[in-house]
């Protein structure tokens, strides 16, 4: 099945960078989304930022022009990319992965996906 293996995160002041990564591996490359949630309301996920297998990005309005989400070329590793952090970035973040097919027209949705990294924690504080 698909592993995710996550890495990165960590503590920084407000205004900072952090860079999370995504290992993925047991499935059809070219055939998933990829994706950076963190944790919302019990029971739900807030979408940050997902890459279809076209390179289409997407972003959750509320870090639009601080986060950016890439990939490397073999589509085995996610990064997502935190600049500009804020205390209201603070949160357990997870990578995710579904077919492209269920998840292609808007890759931020965590309804659409499937596979879960393990979560890192992210706190932004002064």
């Known amino acids: 099945g698909v592993r995710l293996v996550q890495a990165g995160g960590g503590s920084v002041q407000p205004g900072g960078s952090l860079r999370l990564s995504c290992i993925a591996s047991g499935y059809e490359y070219s055939d998933y989304c990829l994706g950076w949630f963190r944790q919302g309301p019990p029971q739900e996920y807030e979408g940050v930022a997902g890459i279809d297998v076209n390179g289409k990005v997407m972003y959750a309005d509320s870090v639009k022009g601080r986060f950016t989400i890439s990939e490397d070329n073999a589509r085995t590793t996610v990064y997502l990319q935190m600049d500009d952090l804020k205390p209201e970035d603070t949160d357990m973040y997870y990578c995710?992965?579904?077919?492209?097919?269920?998840?292609?027209?808007?890759?931020?949705?965590?309804?659409?996906?499937?596979?879960w990294g393990h979560g890192t924690q992210v706190t932004v504080s002064s």
């Open positions: 995710g992965a579904s077919r492209n097919s269920f998840c292609t027209d808007d890759t931020t949705d965590w309804k659409l996906y499937n596979a």
